[in-house]
């Protein structure tokens, strides 16, 4: 089954500590996507990958890092997390870019 | 201003009803677009893509963009208690350089029994 998987799908942690979100997809897509989903904000890009060992910043980069080493992984580190950063992450995953057609489950983190 | 706008509803219909949802943008620069499902606790599916303006149909469902208009719809036809979702729409600019979508905030449909 084609699918964009997360984990952990909860989180909740306290301000300063470093955390990883992983995101794992199975279709050997080259670009996959970070979003984070705020109410009234709707989805906002973070970073964005085309492809193995190329990430770029999306629309609201601070506060985060990415990496892409292998094709099928593109883990969300948050170095030093604030409350602001308490939100609902999303990963996805395309095979061009142009839609993203897969969206994992999603990850509901609180910072506090 | 947003570049996408949204309204955020809940927009509450009859079972079988026929419904409308819209968005606006405000960048000429969007050639691709799309609608989202997305359940509750669930990410966000991908419902219809259209490049441009013009029509498409998939069942129960028509995506029609007016780009001179700026305004997008998404028609949903016998609706279904099962619709009620809330629906996103986004859209993203020509297919070089930086590839995002720009997502409106999302409208919430409740279908009744």
């Known amino acids: 089954e084609a699918q964009v998987t997360q984990n952990p799908r909860y989180l909740i942690t306290v301000t300063g500590k470093k955390l990883t979100v992983t995101c794992s997809q199975n279709m050997n897509h080259e670009y996959m996507s970070w979003y984070r989903q705020d109410p009234g904000l709707g989805l906002r890009q973070i970073y964005y990958?085309?492809?193995?060992?190329?990430?770029d910043k999306g629309d609201v980069p601070e506060g985060y890092k990415v990496s892409r080493k292998e094709k099928r992984n593109f883990p969300l580190i948050l170095e030093s997390p604030s409350p602001n950063q308490t939100s609902l992450y999303f990963c996805a995953s395309s095979l061009q870019g142009l839609t993203e057609a897969f969206f994992g489950q999603g990850t509901r983190l609180t910072v506090v | 201003q947003k570049e996408v706008e949204q309204d955020p509803g809940p927009l509450s219909v009859p079972e079988g009803a026929i419904v409308s949802l819209n968005c606006t943008y405000s960048?000429?620069?969007?050639?691709?677009f799309m609608w989202y499902r997305q359940y509750s606790r669930k990410g966000p599916e991908l419902l219809m893509y259209t490049y441009s303006s013009g029509n498409k149909e998939d069942g129960r469902f028509t995506a029609q963009v007016d780009k001179s208009s700026k305004y997008i719809s998404l028609f949903i036809r016998d609706s279904q208690p099962s619709d009620s979702a809330t629906y996103l729409c986004a859209m993203s600019g020509p297919s070089t350089g930086r590839r995002a979508l720009t997502f409106g905030s999302g409208t919430r449909l409740q279908v009744q029994p």
């Open positions: 990958s085309m492809n193995v060992e190329v990430t």
């Open positions: 960048n000429s620069a969007f050639q691709y």
